[in-house]
Structures are given as C-alpha cells and as structure tokens.
C-alpha cells in the first residue's frame, strides 16, 4: 500500500538521515539540481544562500518558504489564522512594475483622472483576490487580512499586511530606522490604489458573509501605516531582511503579535 503523504509539524525533529542527505548535497559541486516544489530546480548555491547571514534572499527562497507556512496553515488551522492569505513575492513585484507602466510618476498617489472604480482590470488579473490559486489562497471576502513579501526597490524585502476590515496597510520593516515614511509611501502606493480596485471589481463588499466586519463601501485607497522599529525586529546585515520578513510573516499569520527574537538568532533562524 502506498505510503500517506507527511504531514508537517512544526516542532518535530529533523529526520538524521534526512539531514545528512541533505548536508551531502550540499558538499556536492557536481551540478546536481533539486527540485524545491516552485517547478523550479535549484542549485546547491541556492541552499547556501539560504543559510548566510551576509547573501540576500532571492524571491525564489521567499516563495520556498512561504508555500511551507501555506501547507502548514492548512495542517494546523488551530495554530495559524483560517482568514489570512499568505501571498508569494509575485503579486507584489506585478503590481508595482504595473504601476510604474500605468502611472510613471514616482508619487505616492496615481496620475490626475485616474479612478478607482474605473480601472479595467482582466480576468487574470483578478486571479489572486479571486482566491483562485492553487495552494492556499481564499477568496478575500473570506479572509480579514493578507500578508504581502514586498520586494521594495529590488533590494529590500519588508512585509506589508493589509486589513480588510479597515481597510489599512501595515508595513513590517526589518529596515525602518534608516527610510521616511514618505520613501515607503511611495512603494506602497501601488497597493493603496490597486488592491482596494481590485477589490471593487469582484465585488467584495458583497460576497462579504452577513455580518463580517469590512472598510466603508465608499471606494478610497488605503490608508498605510509604517509599523514603529521599537516592534520590528531589526537587521545588522545586508542580508537578513528576507529571514526577517519570513519570521514576521509566521508570526501573523500565527496570530502573534509580539516579535521575540533579534538579530542575534539569525543564524538560527
């Protein structure tokens, strides 16, 4: 009989001969490709990267990792929120590459004449708020909230988390003491005006189940908040802020909301 699939559990301990396959892997220089469950083989310079305190992450590491905590979200419903969405880095690169195509003003708010209500979106576009991926991603007028990887500027990785109750944007920083707020603003701005059209074009408010808290139905971009450094574990390095934007995004998406490792546990992490 065929064996049942593994279900995950986050505190179980690492199988040794699963671990020391593993560590031989990485000590091969043969060129040999492993498959990471992203239909994308990978090299054994992916998993060092992985594991350097000093090399970013690329947006394949933050998706590896971010389709883990979707299955562990499905294994573990009491432990992880069942009205989050953890997106990949994806949506976030698209949206923002389309706002500099439709916009191209380097502002934190779109071009004179445009509309929320008005913007034409396609089908495929409306894939992700549709809930139709294939791997853990609802409906968002089931869901109360969405944890967004962002990718700021193509060197920075920083978690934005948007409220669908109120209708806010939540920026997690791992880098917060050293941009403005006006320099993140900017970078969000593609979020502020595109999600809440989004939304509007599927006819959120309603598909909202009878008695779900939401924003006003008055169309409007979101409002976004920059989260305070004294909450946001901070990095030292260059190359930790992918590890910390996957550690906040487990956090909430656990329903933590007290951050409580630093800098100092990167390596373990």
Same mark, same amino acid.
């Given at each position: 009989?065929? +064996?049942? /699939?593994?279900?995950?559990?986050?505190?179980?301990?690492?199988?040794?001969?699963?671990? #020391?396959?593993? +560590?031989?892997?990485?000590?091969?220089? $043969?060129?040999?490709?492993?498959?990471?469950?992203?239909?994308?083989? %990978?090299?054994?310079? !992916?998993?060092?990267?992985?594991?350097?305190?000093?090399?970013?992450?690329?947006? =394949?590491?933050?998706?590896?990792?971010?389709?883990?905590?979707?299955?562990?979200?499905?294994?573990? /419903? $009491?432990?992880?929120?069942?009205?989050?969405?953890?997106?990949?880095?994806?949506?976030?690169?698209?949206?923002?590459?389309?706002?500099?195509?439709?916009?191209?003003?380097?502002?934190?708010?779109?071009? =004179?004449? !445009?509309?929320?209500?008005?913007?034409?979106?396609?089908?495929?576009?409306? $894939?992700? %708020?549709?809930?139709?991926?294939?791997?853990?991603?609802?409906?968002?007028?089931?869901?109360?909230?969405?944890?967004?990887?962002?990718?700021?500027?193509?060197?920075? !990785?920083?978690?934005?988390?948007?409220?669908? &109750?109120?209708?806010?944007?939540?920026?997690?920083?791992?880098?917060?003491?050293? %941009?403005?707020?006006?320099?993140?603003?900017?970078?969000? #701005?593609?979020?502020?005006?595109?999600? /809440?059209?989004?939304?509007?074009?599927?006819?959120?408010?309603?598909?909202?189940?009878?008695?779900?808290? &939401?924003?006003?139905? =008055? &169309?409007?971009?979101?409002?976004?908040?920059?989260?305070?450094?004294?909450?946001?574990?901070? +990095?030292?390095?260059?190359?930790?802020?992918?590890?910390? $934007?996957?550690?906040?995004?487990?956090?909430? #998406? #656990?329903?933590?909301? =007290?951050?409580?490792?630093?800098?100092?546990?990167?390596? &373990?992490?």
């Amino acid at each position: 009989m065929p +064996q049942p /699939p593994h279900v995950l559990a986050p505190h179980e301990l690492i199988d040794p001969d699963h671990l #020391a396959a593993y +560590q031989a892997y990485k000590r091969n220089s $043969t060129g040999e490709l492993r498959d990471v469950d992203l239909q994308l083989p %990978v090299d054994v310079l !992916w998993f060092h990267r992985f594991q350097s305190n000093f090399m970013e992450l690329e947006d =394949t590491h933050i998706d590896a990792y971010l389709k883990i905590l979707r299955k562990r979200q499905r294994a573990f /419903p $009491t432990v992880y929120g069942p009205r989050i969405n953890i997106l990949d880095s994806q949506f976030y690169s698209w949206l923002s590459n389309y706002w500099d195509r439709k916009m191209g003003n380097g502002s934190d708010r779109p071009r =004179t004449g !445009w509309s929320l209500q008005k913007q034409n979106w396609s089908n495929e576009d409306l $894939t992700v %708020v549709r809930g139709q991926l294939q791997l853990g991603n609802l409906p968002w007028h089931n869901v109360d909230s969405v944890l967004i990887p962002c990718n700021l500027g193509r060197t920075h !990785w920083a978690l934005a988390s948007i409220d669908l &109750t109120a209708g806010n944007i939540y920026l997690f920083d791992p880098y917060r003491q050293e %941009v403005p707020f006006s320099h993140r603003k900017i970078q969000l #701005a593609c979020l502020r005006y595109f999600v /809440p059209s989004m939304l509007h074009a599927v006819n959120f408010h309603n598909h909202r189940r009878k008695g779900d808290r &939401t924003y006003s139905k =008055t &169309t409007r971009a979101f409002t976004f908040y920059y989260v305070s450094a004294d909450r946001v574990p901070q +990095q030292a390095t260059g190359g930790n802020c992918g590890p910390h $934007t996957l550690k906040l995004t487990e956090y909430l #998406a #656990a329903n933590r909301d =007290t951050f409580d490792w630093s800098e100092n546990d990167m390596t &373990t992490i």
